[in-house]
């Protein structure tokens, strides 16, 4: 059920730090993230993966927050420095990039997530923090974090993790969790083979978010127990949670159902936009006539670098020579000129130029797309441009040719693809 008042701010959140684990590639999306870490990648027409973990922490409370970065980062980096820089220090506020810099020693860059968080330990004994929250990056929703560590704190816990149900079939690529009636964990699985479901729910497992609470004190304690450990990966799922429960610490589960906000006909909203299917949907949704997620709520905003580019334009109106877009999102600086844009997303700063015809696209920012070009399932990533008269998204073995076309038949294409030079800090 919504929730009247979504925020949950006290003197919880502000004595806790978050730091989130942004240093992932995200393989699974391909070509989209040769050249940028997967928090980084573009969603949603003007946003970035990262804005959403970001926004659920300013909008949570928690104004002191690290973000750790490793793979491929520039653009993250500057996308954080550009449009999260608005904090202010005086007050104790403030988002930190923490690259990989081998503070431990000089061989290691991040082994894990658990020795991400070790390698920053000094950073953090200086903040002093009462809680540390730890994030994934790399996923879209909305959620109060403050009403997580406040169950945190009724529990009595040592540690607290957010969860989901998740189908069976898909549970294999999560952590897997058993609990008891009051919600303590008694079984951890990171990515089993054979997901074991929830007792009253037989084609449902319940499964980690990734995202976790620690009393700060009993992290920093087993941080340093993991780092000693010469069999460890130095994971969180695949080691540090298994050895709590193992050795009986208090670990509890926080349904994301309590925690997430929405509004009062819209559905819990979490997405890992982790395949290019996946991703090509999530964006689509977005120009549903009710998509799942509300971008225009504005009790709980997502905030992002926001780029000064005039407003979107549409020209021409005579027959074969229309400017138009029907069921889309079309962000600034775009401008479509006597071309016709059906159920698409188009990101800041794409020109579509006469007789171009576009649907079911994704097309991020700065694309330019060629006089009487047909773009049908496709994401178009930053930078391209399209040669007029282009047909992609028709013919899937010509696609397969030249760009990458997944099992669903979206067509993924990069600069590279069409041979055309572009910056690799996208």
Same mark, same amino acid.
């Given at each position: 059920? &919504? ?6 701010? %006290?003197?919880?959140?502000?004595? $806790?730090?978050?730091? =989130?684990?942004? @240093? ?64 202010? @220090? ?9 690259? !990989? ?6 061989? %290691? ?6 020795? !991400? ?5 000094? =950073? ?12 994934? @990056? ?9 009403? /997580? ?9 040592? /540690? ?16 897997? /969790? !058993?609990?008891? +009636? ?19 729910? +037989? ?12 009393? &700060? ?19 969180? #799922? ?9 050795? #009986? ?13 929405? @509004? ?13 299917? &996946? ?19 504005? !009790? ?22 229309? #400017? /138009? ?10 401008? =479509?000129?006597?071309? %016709?844009?059906?159920?698409? *997303? ?6 579509? %130029? ?19 070009? *047909? ?10 441009? =399209? ?26 294409? $990069? ?12």
């Amino acid at each position: 059920m &919504a929730k009247e008042y979504p925020r949950f701010v %006290s003197l919880l959140t502000k004595n $806790t730090v978050a730091l =989130i684990l942004a @240093g992932g590639r995200g393989s699974r999306l391909k070509q989209l993230t040769d050249w940028r870490a997967k928090p980084a990648v573009p969603f949603g027409g003007k946003f970035r993966i990262i804005d959403f973990p970001l926004s659920n922490c300013m909008n949570s409370g928690i104004r002191r927050i690290g973000v750790v970065t490793q793979y491929k980062a520039h653009s993250l980096i500057k996308h954080v420095q550009r449009g999260w820089g608005f904090l202010r @220090g005086e007050f104790n506020e403030f988002v930190e990039l923490m690259p !990989a810099q081998q503070r431990v020693d000089e061989d %290691s860059w991040y082994k894990g997530t658990a020795d !991400a968080v070790y390698q920053n330990l000094d =950073i953090l004994r200086v903040y002093k923090p009462e809680f540390v929250l730890l994030l994934a @990056g790399d996923h879209v929703y909305k959620m109060d974090y403050g009403e /997580m560590i406040a169950n945190h704190v009724r529990n009595e816990a040592d /540690m607290t993790v957010a969860c989901i149900e998740v189908p069976i079939k898909d549970a294999s690529a999560f952590g897997v /969790m !058993a609990t008891a +009636p009051d919600g303590r964990v008694v079984e951890f699985t990171e990515k089993p083979k054979q997901p074991a479901p929830m007792p009253d729910k +037989p084609d449902v497992a319940l499964c980690s978010m990734g995202i976790y609470v620690f009393n &700060a004190a009993f992290l920093f304690e087993q941080l340093v127990r993991d780092a000693d450990d010469p069999r460890s990966e130095h994971d969180f #799922g695949k080691n540090v949670i298994p050895h709590l429960i193992e050795a #009986g610490y208090r670990v509890y589960a926080q349904s994301f159902n309590e925690s997430c906000v929405h @509004g009062e006909n819209e559905p819990p909203y979490w997405r890992d936009v982790g395949t290019v299917d &996946a991703y090509w949907e999530a964006n689509l949704d977005l120009a549903n006539i009710t998509p799942d997620l509300n971008l225009y709520d504005k !009790a709980w905003p997502i905030w992002t670098y926001q780029e000064q580019l005039p407003p979107a334009k549409f020209v021409f109106d005579e027959d074969h020579r229309r #400017g /138009m877009a029907v069921d889309s999102m079309v962000s600034g600086g775009c401008i =479509i000129s006597g071309a %016709s844009v059906k159920h698409s *997303v188009l990101f800041s700063n794409v020109h579509v %130029s006469e007789g171009a015809f576009l649907e079911e696209a994704v097309v991020l920012p700065d694309v330019r797309i060629g006089a009487g070009t *047909v773009l049908k399932r496709v994401v178009i990533d930053k930078g391209c441009k =399209i040669p007029p008269g282009t047909t992609i998204g028709v013919n899937r073995a010509e696609d397969e040719k030249h760009y990458h076309v997944t099992e669903r038949g979206v067509t993924l294409v $990069t600069p590279e693809m069409l041979g055309q030079a572009f910056h690799h800090f996208r």
